[in-house]
């Protein structure tokens, strides 16, 4: 009779690290599909990006590759 009972412990004991480990997987998972998302769902890095690339295009108008209009043009497709 003690044998049954040690056996369903180990059972319990067996499923709740699954769990555990499963759990674990998942919140890592969850984490890196959060921190992978674009900036306009949420992600908060929206700012950072922005920044980017109003840097990118800065630069480009300092090389001359764009004039001023496109310039304008683009800085507030880069803000909207």
């Given at each position: 009779m003690m044998?049954?009972?040690g056996l369903l412990i180990g059972l319990v004991v067996l499923v709740l690290v699954v769990l555990?480990?499963?759990g674990g997987i998942a919140a890592v998972v969850w984490?890196?599909?959060?921190?992978s998302r674009s900036p306009r769902e949420g992600s908060g890095q929206e700012?950072?990006?922005e920044s980017e690339a109003l840097e990118i295009l800065?630069?480009?108008y300092a090389r001359g590759?764009?004039?001023r209009e496109?310039?304008?043009r683009m800085r507030?497709?880069?803000r909207s």
């Open positions: 044998m049954g009972g555990l480990i499963g984490f890196v599909g959060q921190s700012p950072r990006r800065r630069q480009r590759e764009i004039d496109e310039f304008e507030e497709e880069i």
